[in-house]
């Protein structure tokens, strides 16, 4: 299909990342966990599972370079995951895990660990702590896990949850000497990332002075990332929300959802906009036409995308609205998207 709204080459660069949600099971049961992740909770991909995840993807996909393994917890998944992050050696992509980190209990199980993953080939890891998580797994298992995995050559972010201003999990990661100097030789890095409410009752968090300005980025997930969840199915997106918004789904893996599932989103219109706009954005446009008042309830553009898709005012609004906003939003996917693939011809070609 004619699609000049699609830059030549575009489908060489993107996707260029693989998310593979490894399982729903968690050591942990964080109260505003997106994925509502428990000990209970039993689903998981094999290793035989993501191995052909990958290799499928590998073939219809010439921009793959990033293999992301998350959860639920990946390193409950044990020997399957060193092998799938081996798998993932061998082809030549890089590949990042994020975990919660409660396997640096001590100094020697965090040792233990970070060398399977670094002899497995892992290049990133990511951290998640915050006050929610520190219920489950104790700060001072995160302080160990970052130091041993940078000490065997492995790039660490530590990513902790909003809270205030005051934030006692901020205070004691900064307090260690050890990691200080990890952070400065620049192997670990510290972020403070957002954390969405998902219940009514949740605790209030700070709200970031930038909140506005973050909010109203465009979204460089959609179209970039093809994720397979631990029920087998393809999703376009590995959003806080995409459980909730069918739309993001793609159908159950097989190479024939990624060859054509996976390339045809670039006709739904909705995803584009989601794309060049961000979600909160949209809402701002649409928000007052559909009646929804105050957006100050919004810290993270996955809430505002969830809101988008499950409203029904704003499905409405959206439906006859949107051709107002097709040619600017086609004409800015279509600049951005040409931006993206010179910019990565042109790395290719220094590389080269
Ligand atoms: S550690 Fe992560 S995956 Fe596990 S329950 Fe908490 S938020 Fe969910
Ligand atoms: S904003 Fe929407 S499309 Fe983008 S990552 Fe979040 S849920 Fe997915």
């Known amino acids: 299909m004619d699609q000049p709204w699609v830059p030549e080459g575009y489908w060489d660069v993107v996707p260029h990342t693989l998310t593979v949600i490894t399982t729903y099971k968690c050591n942990a049961q964080c109260r505003d966990c997106c994925f509502e992740c428990s000990p209970t909770l039993s689903a998981k991909l094999s290793f035989e599972e993501i191995a052909s995840f990958i290799d499928q993807a590998w073939q219809v996909f010439p921009g793959l370079r990033l293999v992301v393994f998350s959860g639920g917890e990946p390193l409950l998944l044990g ?29 020697s199980s965090a040792t ?40 065997n050559g492995i790039f660490c972010v530590i990513t902790i949850e909003q809270d205030s201003d005051s934030s006692e999990v901020v205070s004691q990661v900064k307090a260690d000497m050890e990691l200080k100097l990890l952070i400065e030789a620049g192997l670990v890095k510290l972020q403070v990332n957002s954390w969405m409410p998902f219940h ?22 959609v179209l970039e990332n093809c994720v397979i969840t631990p029920n087998k199915e393809v999703s376009g997106c590995c959003g806080l929300t995409f459980e909730h918004i069918p739309e993001m789904k793609l159908g159950s893996f097989s190479k024939h959802t990624l060859e054509v599932g996976y390339f045809s989103q670039v006709q739904d219109f909705l995803k584009i906009w989601i794309k060049v706009d961000g979600p909160y954005r949209i809402l701002k446009i649409l928000g007052a036409s559909a009646g929804i008042g105050s957006l100050e309830h919004i810290v993270h553009p996955c809430q505002a995308c969830a809101l988008l898709h499950q409203n029904e005012r704003l499905r409405e609004a959206i439906k006859s609205e949107y051709r107002n906003h097709m040619g600017r939003v086609l004409r800015a996917f279509y600049s951005q998207s040409l931006i993206h693939c010179d910019s990565h011809r042109e790395v290719t070609a220094n590389a080269s």
């Open 79 to 107: 020997e399957d995951l060193f092998a799938s992050v081996d798998h993932v050696q061998r082809l030549g992509l890089l590949s990042r895990c994020v975990t919660n980190g409660y396997w640096g209990k001590t100094h």
């Open 112 to 151: 233990r660990v970070a060398r399977r993953l670094s002899a497995s080939g892992l290049n990133e890891i990511n951290l998640s702590t915050g006050v929610d998580h520190a219920e489950w797994v104790p700060v001072a298992s995160v302080i160990n896990a970052a130091k041993a995995v940078a000490e």
């Open 200 to 221: 009514a009752d949740s605790a209030t968090r700070k709200i970031f002075s930038n909140r506005e300005e973050m909010l109203l980025q465009g979204c460089d997930q």
